[in-house]
Protein backbone atom coordinates (compact mmCIF):
# COMPACT_ATOMS: atom_id res chain seq x y z
CA UNK A 1 0.00 0.00 0.00
CA UNK A 2 1.21 3.74 -0.29
CA UNK A 3 2.68 5.21 2.37
CA UNK A 4 4.80 7.44 4.21
CA UNK A 5 7.44 5.57 6.75
CA UNK A 6 8.95 6.81 9.70
CA UNK A 7 10.51 3.74 11.13
CA UNK A 8 12.48 5.78 13.94
CA UNK A 9 9.74 5.99 16.92
CA UNK A 10 11.16 7.75 19.96
CA UNK A 11 15.11 8.80 19.58
CA UNK A 12 16.91 9.66 22.64
CA UNK A 13 19.92 11.89 22.38
CA UNK A 14 22.27 13.99 24.21
CA UNK A 15 22.72 17.92 23.82
CA UNK A 16 25.28 18.46 20.29
CA UNK A 17 24.79 15.04 19.35
CA UNK A 18 23.98 14.56 15.31
CA UNK A 19 20.91 13.79 14.16
CA UNK A 20 19.03 12.11 11.40
CA UNK A 21 15.61 10.63 11.34
CA UNK A 22 14.39 8.56 8.51
CA UNK A 23 11.40 8.97 5.96
CA UNK A 24 10.47 6.76 3.27
CA UNK A 25 7.43 6.56 0.85
CA UNK A 26 6.26 4.62 -1.74
CA UNK A 27 4.21 7.14 -4.08
CA UNK A 28 5.48 7.01 -7.60
CA UNK A 29 5.76 9.89 -9.92
CA UNK A 30 6.15 13.35 -8.81
CA UNK A 31 5.87 14.31 -4.65
CA UNK A 32 6.18 16.79 -2.61
CA UNK A 33 8.01 16.71 0.75
CA UNK A 34 7.55 18.09 3.79
CA UNK A 35 8.99 17.63 7.27
CA UNK A 36 6.25 19.40 10.10
CA UNK A 37 7.66 19.45 13.82
CA UNK A 38 5.07 19.59 17.09
CA UNK A 39 6.93 20.87 20.32
CA UNK A 40 5.13 20.30 23.53
CA UNK A 41 1.52 21.57 23.77
CA UNK A 42 2.08 23.03 20.49
CA UNK A 43 0.65 22.90 16.74
CA UNK A 44 2.53 21.40 13.75
CA UNK A 45 5.10 23.78 12.39
CA UNK A 46 6.44 24.01 9.08
CA UNK A 47 10.30 22.75 9.54
CA UNK A 48 10.80 22.45 5.54
CA UNK A 49 9.78 21.33 1.85
CA UNK A 50 10.71 20.07 -1.01
CA UNK A 51 9.32 20.71 -4.46
CA UNK A 52 12.08 20.76 -6.52
CA UNK A 53 15.27 22.00 -7.79
CA UNK A 54 18.28 21.32 -5.36
CA UNK A 55 17.62 18.02 -3.48
CA UNK A 56 19.13 19.20 -0.36
CA UNK A 57 16.71 21.60 1.39
CA UNK A 58 18.16 23.78 4.14
CA UNK A 59 14.92 24.88 6.50
CA UNK A 60 14.41 26.79 9.77
CA UNK A 61 16.16 25.97 13.35
CA UNK A 62 19.35 24.61 11.66
CA UNK A 63 17.69 21.31 9.82
CA UNK A 64 17.90 20.16 6.64
CA UNK A 65 16.64 17.07 4.67
CA UNK A 66 18.05 15.37 1.65
CA UNK A 67 15.71 13.92 -0.89
CA UNK A 68 17.48 11.00 -2.87
CA UNK A 69 14.37 9.86 -5.29
CA UNK A 70 16.22 6.56 -5.78
CA UNK A 71 15.54 5.85 -2.56
CA UNK A 72 11.93 7.65 -2.17
CA UNK A 73 13.56 9.07 1.10
CA UNK A 74 13.57 11.94 2.67
CA UNK A 75 16.02 12.07 5.49
CA UNK A 76 15.81 14.78 7.95
CA UNK A 77 19.34 16.12 9.79
CA UNK A 78 21.06 18.47 12.27
CA UNK A 79 24.69 18.55 13.09
CA UNK A 80 24.28 19.75 16.73
CA UNK A 81 20.91 18.92 18.83
CA UNK A 82 19.94 21.40 21.49
CA UNK A 83 17.46 20.66 24.52
CA UNK A 84 14.86 22.60 23.00
CA UNK A 85 14.64 20.44 19.82
CA UNK A 86 12.67 18.19 22.27
CA UNK A 87 9.18 17.67 20.00
CA UNK A 88 7.71 15.26 18.05
CA UNK A 89 8.49 15.38 14.07
CA UNK A 90 6.71 14.34 11.11
CA UNK A 91 7.42 14.00 7.70
CA UNK A 92 4.73 14.01 4.68
CA UNK A 93 4.07 13.93 1.03
CA UNK A 94 1.69 14.82 -1.60
CA UNK A 95 1.58 13.38 -5.00
CA UNK A 96 -0.07 13.99 -7.81
CA UNK A 97 -0.93 10.44 -7.58
CA UNK A 98 -3.21 10.31 -4.48
CA UNK A 99 -4.40 14.24 -5.41
CA UNK A 100 -2.56 16.97 -5.06
CA UNK A 101 -4.44 18.47 -2.35
CA UNK A 102 -4.20 15.17 -0.22
CA UNK A 103 -1.41 15.37 2.50
CA UNK A 104 -0.02 12.04 3.82
CA UNK A 105 1.59 11.47 7.19
CA UNK A 106 4.28 9.48 8.51
CA UNK A 107 3.23 8.16 12.43
CA UNK A 108 6.49 10.60 14.00
CA UNK A 109 8.93 10.25 15.47
CA UNK A 110 9.48 11.12 19.62
CA UNK A 111 13.15 13.02 19.80
CA UNK A 112 13.90 13.50 23.25
CA UNK A 113 16.96 15.24 24.07
CA UNK A 114 18.79 15.01 27.38
CA UNK A 115 20.56 18.16 28.44
CA UNK B 1 -1.85 37.78 12.62
CA UNK B 2 -4.31 35.14 13.48
CA UNK B 3 -3.26 31.72 12.42
CA UNK B 4 -5.57 28.73 12.21
CA UNK B 5 -8.11 28.99 15.40
CA UNK B 6 -9.68 25.62 16.77
CA UNK B 7 -11.92 25.60 19.48
CA UNK B 8 -12.74 24.20 21.91
CA UNK B 9 -9.11 22.82 23.11
CA UNK B 10 -10.13 20.09 24.83
CA UNK B 11 -13.75 18.29 24.58
CA UNK B 12 -15.28 16.10 26.98
CA UNK B 13 -18.30 13.72 25.96
CA UNK B 14 -19.81 10.53 27.40
CA UNK B 15 -21.33 7.79 24.76
CA UNK B 16 -23.97 8.75 22.63
CA UNK B 17 -23.75 12.64 22.75
CA UNK B 18 -22.57 14.74 19.94
CA UNK B 19 -19.23 16.57 19.51
CA UNK B 20 -18.52 19.89 17.62
CA UNK B 21 -15.63 20.89 16.53
CA UNK B 22 -15.20 24.38 15.02
CA UNK B 23 -12.08 25.74 12.77
CA UNK B 24 -11.39 29.02 11.41
CA UNK B 25 -8.65 29.29 8.89
CA UNK B 26 -6.14 32.04 8.24
CA UNK B 27 -7.56 34.72 7.37
CA UNK B 28 -7.89 34.48 3.38
CA UNK B 29 -7.10 30.86 2.99
CA UNK B 30 -10.24 29.24 1.21
CA UNK B 31 -9.31 25.66 1.48
CA UNK B 32 -9.22 23.61 4.79
CA UNK B 33 -8.52 20.08 6.04
CA UNK B 34 -9.58 17.98 8.81
CA UNK B 35 -6.87 15.63 10.37
CA UNK B 36 -7.41 12.72 13.70
CA UNK B 37 -4.78 11.39 14.94
CA UNK B 38 -5.17 8.76 17.25
CA UNK B 39 -3.15 7.75 19.91
CA UNK B 40 0.62 6.67 19.19
CA UNK B 41 -0.36 7.38 15.32
CA UNK B 42 0.31 9.64 12.59
CA UNK B 43 -2.22 11.80 11.35
CA UNK B 44 -4.87 10.46 9.18
CA UNK B 45 -6.35 12.29 7.17
CA UNK B 46 -10.22 12.93 7.21
CA UNK B 47 -12.09 15.48 4.70
CA UNK B 48 -10.73 18.41 2.48
CA UNK B 49 -13.36 21.42 2.26
CA UNK B 50 -13.60 24.81 0.42
CA UNK B 51 -16.06 27.15 0.67
CA UNK B 52 -19.74 25.47 0.09
CA UNK B 53 -18.17 22.39 -0.72
CA UNK B 54 -16.26 19.31 0.10
CA UNK B 55 -14.09 18.14 -2.19
CA UNK B 56 -12.61 14.97 -0.67
CA UNK B 57 -13.89 13.26 2.09
CA UNK B 58 -12.54 9.94 1.58
CA UNK B 59 -11.08 10.04 5.06
CA UNK B 60 -14.31 10.46 6.81
CA UNK B 61 -15.98 7.19 8.56
CA UNK B 62 -19.02 6.24 6.97
CA UNK B 63 -21.49 6.73 9.66
CA UNK B 64 -21.56 9.59 12.32
CA UNK B 65 -18.71 12.12 11.13
CA UNK B 66 -19.29 15.03 8.84
CA UNK B 67 -17.97 18.35 7.85
CA UNK B 68 -18.85 21.72 6.58
CA UNK B 69 -17.50 25.07 5.78
CA UNK B 70 -20.18 27.19 5.02
CA UNK B 71 -20.05 30.76 3.25
CA UNK B 72 -19.85 32.23 6.48
CA UNK B 73 -18.12 31.00 9.78
CA UNK B 74 -16.15 28.58 10.61
CA UNK B 75 -15.51 24.81 9.43
CA UNK B 76 -17.39 22.78 11.49
CA UNK B 77 -16.33 18.92 11.98
CA UNK B 78 -19.20 17.12 13.69
CA UNK B 79 -19.16 13.67 15.37
CA UNK B 80 -22.79 12.05 16.22
CA UNK B 81 -23.26 9.60 18.98
CA UNK B 82 -19.48 9.45 20.08
CA UNK B 83 -18.17 6.39 20.87
CA UNK B 84 -14.87 5.35 23.00
CA UNK B 85 -13.11 4.83 19.82
CA UNK B 86 -13.35 8.18 18.54
CA UNK B 87 -11.30 9.93 21.38
CA UNK B 88 -8.43 11.48 19.77
CA UNK B 89 -6.83 14.97 18.38
CA UNK B 90 -8.42 16.72 16.01
CA UNK B 91 -6.27 18.81 14.30
CA UNK B 92 -7.78 21.54 11.48
CA UNK B 93 -5.64 22.79 8.63
CA UNK B 94 -5.79 26.11 5.97
CA UNK B 95 -3.60 26.43 3.00
CA UNK B 96 -4.44 29.15 0.12
CA UNK B 97 -4.57 26.68 -2.26
CA UNK B 98 -4.01 23.08 -2.59
CA UNK B 99 -1.44 21.22 -0.94
CA UNK B 100 0.99 20.69 -3.65
CA UNK B 101 2.34 24.43 -4.01
CA UNK B 102 1.41 25.84 -0.89
CA UNK B 103 2.20 24.18 2.80
CA UNK B 104 -1.00 23.75 5.43
CA UNK B 105 -1.47 25.96 8.29
CA UNK B 106 -2.54 23.72 11.45
CA UNK B 107 -4.62 24.51 14.08
CA UNK B 108 -3.59 23.86 18.15
CA UNK B 109 -6.26 20.90 17.50
CA UNK B 110 -8.97 19.81 19.83
CA UNK B 111 -8.60 16.75 22.04
CA UNK B 112 -11.79 14.99 21.97
CA UNK B 113 -12.23 12.80 25.39
CA UNK B 114 -14.98 10.38 25.48
CA UNK B 115 -16.37 8.78 28.36
Known amino acids: AQSVSQHNHHVILSEAASLELGCNYSYGGTVNLFWYVQYPGQHLQLLLKYFSGDPLVKGIKGFEAEFIKSKFSFNLRKPSVQWSDTAEYFCAVNAESIGNEKLTFGTGTRLTIIP | NAGVMQNPRHLVRRRGQEARLRCSPVKGHSHVYWYRQLPEEGLKFMVY????????ESGMPKERFSAEFPKEGPSILRIQQVVRGDSAAYFC?????????????FGNGTRLTVT
Open chain 2, 93 to 105: ASSPRDTYNSPLH
Open chain 2, 49 to 56: LQKENIID
